[in-house]
């Protein structure tokens, strides 16, 4: 009944060899083990599950016993071992959850929603920032992380349209690219915590960063929330306090206020390098192959015509939606989504596993498996249509970029919508190149916080 898996190293186990992308490593690695493998990590003993039914069995079958979240080091300084995305699983999560999901869902369904006016401004001032370069190289990324934080900082903090004026959103900026910089590598004091003792600057930069972006967000959350409104629809600080308030007088609830508050952090972490990361990727997919970008724009010309995208348009645009679905599925940015951990002794596939033990789904063997796309390292966004030209709902079904089960993406929603809105209206506006001195790109990723694509150039040209 042991789980099979490579022997490592002693104190390190098997970290050593996980290389610089883990989640291909154990691609190689399930060829000998299994669906189910185990690797040490350091002080923690872990497993990798595979293959759609292998992590479906766990995440959703077996929800209760997979969701926990390991106790790295790190992750139990972050609000005590109780934030939602890396808090312990147990009656307080549930509760967050239902909370931090009620407040997104009645944010982004209101009537005056302005997320599609946030993100057609910022569209065009991607645009306008794309034309600056006047058909010379450039990489479009930063510009393109400076637009999705600009919509994010909006829709927490509202809505302000000389927001690139504003320092306080600079800082948010700066001190979000250097956490994704600093957490992105990875902390080895989270799986070696006796580290911290031999390398204790490790723990200092890691706590200087997690500070200033917590000063960040607590400031400016603190200065919303002196200017509630009952209104509930100016932005997520409001709704978050809203409910803050309604605990903090009910504690029969049993959630603190700071529970509630502490969401703003998880929001404006998940929802920023994430959706940067996919448009960067998309933007890159588009120069690569100008039959499909052509394609799209054809779709959106003769849908949408010459007014901005909105969302009640994505119906009527099948071909954007699986291209975009493509884009998701092929670049898989969270291939290891975030780290899982069993909640109590349990089974999977016949083996036991401890409670406390390290949980990796490997989505990238879902969003790269032959059996369920034939040819998945091919960028085919038909896949996701039917002979109708209409989206196949069966293969829509298979794409599992935001995982499975109780702990699945809380933003989902969200950020389809955001990623259709920036997406749409970049290519209803520009023409994406690639240069034409340039041979061909690479697409290779590099695995950090996200899956980030090497840096590339494009050429732009705005549409007439
Ligand atoms: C393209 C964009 C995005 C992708 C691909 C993505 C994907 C994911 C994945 C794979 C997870 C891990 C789930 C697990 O543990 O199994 C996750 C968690 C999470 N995401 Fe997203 N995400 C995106 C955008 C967002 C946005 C915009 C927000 C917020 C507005 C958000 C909020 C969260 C939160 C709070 C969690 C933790 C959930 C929990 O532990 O219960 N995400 N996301």
């Not at 009645?106 to 929603?113: D, E, P, V």
């Not at 990796?360 to 790269?368: A, G, K």
Request: glycine residues 8%; neutral net charge; contains cysteine.
């Amino acid at each position: 009944n042991d789980i099979p898996g490579p022997r490592g190293i002693p104190i390190f186990g098997y970290l050593p060899y996980f290389g610089k992308n883990p989640h291909l490593t154990f691609m190689e690695l399930r060829k000998k083990y299994g669906d189910v493998f185990s690797v040490q990590m350091g002080s923690f003993p872990a497993i990798v599950i595979s293959g759609k039914d292998t992590i479906k069995e766990a995440l959703v079958t077996s929800g209760d016993d997979f969701s926990g979240r390991p106790d790295f080091y790190t992750a139990t300084l972050l609000d005590d071992a109780e934030s939602l995305t890396f808090g312990t699983f147990g009656n307080r999560y549930i509760q967050q959850r239902k909370i931090g999901s009620n407040v997104l869902y009645a944010f982004s369904n209101a009537r005056t929603n302005p997320l599609e006016d946030m993100v057609e401004e910022e569209v065009r001032r991607l645009c306008e920032e794309f034309e600056k370069h006047e058909g010379e190289p450039f990489d479009p990324s930063s510009a393109i992380f400076l637009s999705v934080g600009s919509v994010l900082y909006q829709i927490c903090y509202g809505q302000n349209e000389e927001v690139r004026n504003d320092e306080k959103f600079c800082q948010f900026v700066e001190v979000s690219g250097d956490f994704s910089k600093f957490t992105g590598a990875g902390n080895p004091i989270d799986v070696m915590p006796w580290l911290r003792f031999v390398m204790p600057w490790k723990l200092f930069s890691f706590l200087r960063v997690l500070g200033r972006l917590e000063k960040v967000i607590k400031a400016n959350t603190k200065e919303q929330v002196e200017s509630y409104s009952d209104d509930y629809r100016r932005h997520l600080v409001d709704g978050i306090h809203k409910v803050a308030l309604e605990v903090e007088a009910n504690p029969e609830i049993g959630l603190k206020g700071h529970h509630v508050r502490s969401m703003m952090g998880d929001i404006t972490t998940a929802g920023f390098e994430t959706i940067s990361t996919t448009i960067s990727w998309g933007i890159l997919y588009m120069a690569a192959n100008p039959k499909i970008q052509k394609k799209v724009y054809k779709e959106l010309e003769q849908v949408v015509g010459s007014r901005c995208v909105r969302l009640e348009d994505k119906p009527n645009l099948p071909y954007t939606v699986a291209t975009i679905t493509e884009i998701m599925r092929i670049a898989n940015v969270l291939p290891l989504a975030v780290p899982r951990a069993t909640t109590k002794d349990t089974q999977l596939k016949g083996f036991k596993v401890r409670k406390g033990t390290v949980v990796l789904p490997n989505f990238y063997s879902v969003t790269h498996d032959e059996k369920i796309w034939g040819d998945p390292h091919v960028f085919r966004p038909e896949r996701f249509l039917g002979r109708d030209g209409q989206l196949n709902k069966d293969k829509m079904d298979q794409f599992t970029a935001f995982s499975m089960g109780r702990r699945k993406c809380l933003g989902e929603f969200l950020a389809r919508m955001e990623v259709f809105l920036f997406f749409a209206g970049i290519i209803q506006k520009c023409e994406i190149k690639k240069p034409e001195e340039l041979e061909g790109y690479s697409f290779k990723g590099s695995f950090g916080l996200t899956v980030k694509s090497e840096p590339y150039d494009i050429c732009a040209a705005l549409r007439t």
